[in-house]
């Protein structure tokens, strides 16, 4: 099917075969050398369509924007135009970065204005939640992990973008990477000057504001900051959270703000980090990208702080029951030579004190454990049990060597826990949070680690022989002398350095999908 682009034509749908349209006669051969497939979108100020540009060839496929003017007035073309300006000078100036569609081409044609631009095959995260479900919170750290440095990026060259939501970020299909599309409504001409001066706006910033639940209080009011991005972000990962738009959760009747917490179910950190993303005051929110990536690290770092407080606590405690094991074992042997020689001299042992434990025994010292050595170990059917009554967070938790072969463990968090020589073969550990843990030697073989988290954990000497690791995370993991043989890394995060301090051979799927040279 050829799509007719005149904006009048009544039946624009043509078949292959021509090349004008049979309903209103208008050439199909944009430009003289697209031709459009079919529409991806509509909106009030124009479409976007699929086309393939017949000039190149193989006749490579991009996509065509084509913006409508409501009416063909003078001022209302002119301003048109300068929006239509707008966008191709931004999308010139951002679109050597790899997560934003390049600009290939744009003109004028009939007072209709177009851009043509890289096409991005994948699926954008408003189709992900509503086929998959809402992400986890591991999956959402992820996600602003990836999305903020390019946000970092587009604000450094004064670039607003002003329509963040999930439908403009696009997950693409051969390298899962975060594309960000859809620039039509930015505001590219930020200084310090403008944002001093509110009432300096220029008419064109009273159209396409944005989307309404994604878009803050000034950014409504035609006075949109790069903070107007951050909190459009923050309102997309209640989305990926939830599942549910911000038009659909409601506000809060006293102070106007979002009022989403009852719908997410995540980490007091978490939802301290996106309570200042959405905070209805600029001055009360994070200022930059940076600010919100520093806040999340901050967590790790407080995390390090607590955990180096328990390790401390424990090594005294350790050092406490040393101590006293080193005593009772000096006074048994006191008791020992005690007892001997009361029988080398004839005398009753019945009554022999105990010195290790300060009570009389019928001769010696029974040597008791000391109440402050409990251990904090689980076993490996208390794991099971307690995870199938609801429990996910396994964090510190020493479940060093323990049998959990063919488990159903996924989402768990393991954060530094004590994993060692653990047996997890053909487990169930999609999702599963194994960020800074003790994995040396673990036994992972053929288990289901899909979208795992393994940041800065120790994974020396791990068999993931055969396991399924796509879109894994492996950002800062020693994984040296790892066995990844047969192993499934496709759109897993990993660097080249990692992959060649582990063991990988012919079956081993790569991040790119290919499998590795042995």
């Given amino acids: 099917m050829i799509y007719c682009l005149n904006p009048s034509c009544p039946q624009p749908k043509n078949p292959n075969n021509v090349r004008t349209c049979q309903t209103c006669g208008s050439d199909l051969k944009l430009n003289g050398r697209y031709i459009v497939g079919k529409t991806l979108g509509q909106g009030g100020f124009g479409a976007t369509f699929l086309a393939v540009d017949t000039s190149l060839p193989g006749n490579p496929v991009c996509v065509i924007k084509q913006l409508r003017p409501a009416n063909t007035s003078n001022s209302f073309l002119k301003m048109a135009r300068d929006l239509f300006d707008r966008e191709a000078e931004t999308l010139g100036k951002l679109g050597n970065h790899p997560q934003i569609p390049r600009l290939l081409d744009y003109f004028e044609e009939k007072q209709q204005f177009f851009l043509v631009q890289d096409f991005v095959k994948g699926s954008n995260l408003q189709k992900e939640v509503k086929e998959n479900g809402p992400f986890s919170e591991a999956a959402v750290r992820q996600f602003l992990t990836e999305i903020l440095p390019l946000f970092e990026y587009i604000h450094s060259e004064k670039v607003i973008h002003r329509d963040?939501?999930?439908?403009?970020?696009?997950?693409?299909?051969?390298?899962?990477?975060?594309?960000?599309?859809?620039?039509?409504?930015?505001?590219?001409?930020?200084?310090?000057?403008?944002?001093?001066?509110?009432?300096?706006?220029?008419?064109?910033?009273?159209?396409?504001?944005?989307?309404?639940?994604?878009?803050?209080?000034?950014?409504?009011?035609?006075?949109?900051?790069?903070?107007?991005?951050?909190?459009?972000?923050?309102?997309?990962?209640?989305?990926?959270?939830?599942?549910?738009?911000?038009?659909?959760?409601?506000?809060?009747?006293?102070?106007?703000?979002?009022?989403?917490?009852?719908?997410?179910?995540?980490?007091?950190?978490?939802?301290?980090?996106?309570?200042?993303?959405?905070?209805?005051?600029?001055?009360?929110?994070?200022?930059?990208?940076?600010?919100?990536?520093?806040?999340?690290?901050?967590?790790?770092?407080?995390?390090?702080?607590?955990?180096?407080?328990?390790?401390?606590?424990?090594?005294?405690?350790?050092?406490?029951?040393?101590?006293?094991?080193?005593?009772?074992?000096?006074?048994?042997?006191?008791?020992?030579?005690?007892?001997?020689?009361?029988?080398?001299?004839?005398?009753?042992?019945?009554?022999?004190?105990?010195?290790?434990?300060?009570?009389?025994?019928?001769?010696?010292?029974?040597?008791?454990?000391?109440?402050?050595?409990?251990?904090?170990?689980?076993?490996?059917?208390?794991?099971?049990?307690?995870?199938?009554?609801?429990?996910?967070?396994?964090?510190?938790?020493?479940?060093?060597?323990?049998?959990?072969e063919e488990a159903s463990l996924s989402k768990s968090i393991f954060r530094d826990a004590n994993l060692m020589q653990t047996n997890f073969s053909k487990a169930d550990l999609t999702e599963a949070d194994f960020a800074k843990g003790i994995l040396r030697r673990v036994i992972l073989r053929e288990a289901r680690l899909s979208k795992a988290f393994f940041s800065e954990a120790d994974l020396n000497k791990a068999d993931l022989r055969k396991a399924d690791l796509t879109l894994a995370n492996f950002q800062g993991a020693n994984l040296t002398e790892a066995d990844l043989s047969g192993a499934n890394l496709t759109n897993a995060k990993i660097s080249e350095q990692q992959l060649k301090q582990a063991k990988t051979n012919w079956a081993t799927i790569l991040p790119n999908g290919k499998r590795a040279l042995w």
């Fill in 164 to 404: 963040i939501k999930p439908a403009n970020i696009i997950r693409r299909g051969m390298d899962k990477k975060l594309v960000l599309i859809d620039f039509g409504a930015v505001k590219n001409r930020v200084n310090e000057e403008m944002a001093a001066d509110l009432s300096g706006e220029d008419p064109l910033t009273a159209f396409a504001v944005g989307t309404p639940g994604y878009s803050p209080p000034e950014q409504m009011a035609m006075r949109p900051t790069y903070a107007s991005d951050i909190y459009s972000l923050g309102a997309s990962c209640i989305y990926l959270l939830s599942g549910k738009s911000p038009k659909d959760i409601g506000y809060n009747s006293r102070t106007g703000a979002l009022d989403w917490e009852p719908y997410v179910n995540t980490s007091s950190h978490l939802k301290q980090v996106l309570g200042k993303m959405l905070e209805m005051a600029v001055r009360d929110r994070y200022q930059s990208a940076q600010a919100v990536l520093d806040a999340l690290e901050m967590e790790a770092y407080e995390e390090s702080l607590s955990q180096g407080l328990v390790k401390r606590t424990i090594l005294a405690k350790q050092k406490q029951t040393e101590n006293q094991s080193q005593r009772s074992s000096w006074n048994f042997e006191l008791a020992e030579s005690i007892r001997k020689r009361r029988i080398r001299m004839g005398l009753p042992t019945s009554q022999t004190r105990d010195l290790s434990q300060g009570r009389t025994t019928g001769g010696m010292s029974t040597g008791g454990r000391s109440k402050g050595s409990a251990s904090r170990k689980l076993t490996a059917k208390q794991v099971v049990t307690q995870y199938k009554k609801g429990r996910r967070d396994f964090s510190q938790v020493d479940l060093y060597r323990l049998q959990l």
